[in-house]
């Protein structure tokens, strides 16, 4: 049986964030969060240096490609509903 690695990056527009720290607080909660609730890797990859804009990646792994997509899609919407940050690109690779 294989496994199956799904991958999703999400691009965030934190209108919010005034300065790194700020960024850092509302990207960890949202982290956090999607670690506690889903079971999954997370963490930031891109744009660690500007202000108002991050990139996000979300790894889950299963025997199912179906299950792993279902779980980075609940992601997807969970980071989506919060109203602190923007979505603004994803993108989903299975491996």
Not at 12 to 34: N, Q, Y
């Given at each position: 049986?294989?496994?199956?690695?799904?991958?999703?990056?999400?691009?965030?527009?934190?209108?919010?964030?005034?300065?790194?720290?700020?960024?850092?607080?509302?990207?960890?909660?949202?982290?956090?969060?999607?670690?506690d609730?889903?079971?999954?890797?997370?963490?930031?990859?891109?744009?660690l240096?500007?202000?108002?804009?991050?990139?996000?990646?979300?790894?889950?792994?299963?025997?199912?490609?179906?299950?792993?997509?279902?779980?980075?899609?609940?992601?997807?919407?969970?980071?989506?509903?919060?109203?602190?940050?923007?979505?603004?690109?994803?993108?989903?690779?299975?491996?």
């Open positions: 049986m294989a496994a199956i690695v799904g991958v999703c990056t999400l691009d965030l527009h934190i209108p919010e964030a005034t300065s790194l720290k700020s960024k850092r607080s509302v990207l960890k909660s949202t982290l956090d969060g999607i670690r609730r889903f079971h999954v890797s997370a963490a930031e990859v891109e744009y240096d500007l202000w108002q804009r991050a990139g996000i990646a979300i790894a889950c792994v299963s025997n199912s490609q179906a299950y792993t997509n279902e779980v980075l899609d609940k992601v997807v919407n969970w980071v989506e509903a919060n109203p602190r940050v923007f979505v603004t690109r994803v993108e989903l690779e299975f491996l």
